[in-house]
């Protein structure tokens, strides 16, 4: 196993030859973030949203409000923090690390919302499960977003990764083609536990909730195998 030691000092290196460059203007990098200054405070920060599903809410709801769904009907996780509303750069900067193979966006948005979980106080799990996907789809992509993004949070947090509890078992349409009521359906079956996580405390990585329906599943399967209590960290929400 690769000391943690040899990824700082290689990452140190890295930034010495190549200085943080912000990835939609092209001006020098804030910290050791790819964006500058200007543009990290322009990105679209999920401020007022549902205290409990993290979906985007007018400004003059009061502070932790629900939303219309969740004050129907509670979804399984215990809360879902999602660093940004799905607008302005997120659909680009999420469309080049999800499609485009542009690891480097994954690994800022994940400091990106690394950023977002420290400053709101979230609560720290024993594990992180990424959404996994489809044998097909990751042979397709060559790799998963949603493991590249919990890597990052995990060398952040010190928490370990689990990409082998959970698998997916069917190869669903993807969610973003589909009407709101038939994306439930859509992912029902789609997760399967090959080995219970063995911890109380887990959190599924993805990097953008739209209805919940894909997290939602996952935390039903989480919670059969065992696992007490679920949150969602996602780097956005759709409004």
């Not at 109380?200 to 065992?226: M, P």
Request: hydrophobic share 40%; with cysteine.
């Amino acid at each position: 196993m690769t000391h943690p030691g040899f990824w700082k000092t290689r990452e140190r290196l890295l930034r010495g030859l190549y200085p943080p460059t912000c990835v939609l203007c092209g001006a020098q990098g804030e910290g050791e973030l790819d964006l500058c200054a200007p543009c990290l405070v322009d990105l679209p920060r999920n401020r007022d949203c549902c205290r409990r599903c993290a979906l985007p809410l007018p400004a003059e709801r009061p502070l932790g409000a629900l939303c219309g769904e969740c004050q129907r009907r509670l979804p399984p996780y215990a809360v879902c923090h999602a660093a940004f509303r799905y607008e302005g750069p997120l659909p680009i900067l999420v469309g080049g690390a999800k499609f485009r193979a542009r690891l480097n966006l994954a690994r800022l948005l994940g400091q990106c919302l690394a950023n977002a979980l420290g400053e709101c106080g979230a609560e720290l799990p024993e594990l992180i499960v990424p959404v996994p996907l489809h044998a097909k789809r990751l042979r397709e992509r060559g790799y998963n977003q949603a493991l590249e993004l919990a890597r990052t949070l995990g060398r952040v947090f010190s928490i370990p990764v689990d990409v082998h509890s959970c698998v997916r078992v069917s190869a669903t349409p993807p969610q973003a083609g589909l009407a709101r009521k038939e994306r439930q359906p859509n992912v029902r079956g789609a997760f399967r536990i090959l080995h219970p996580p063995g911890v109380e405390r887990v959190a599924i990585l993805d990097d953008v909730v739209t209805t919940g329906s894909t997290v939602s599943e996952l935390t039903r399967v989480l919670l059969k195998a065992g696992v007490k209590r679920v949150d969602v960290w996602a780097v956005a929400r759709t409004p």
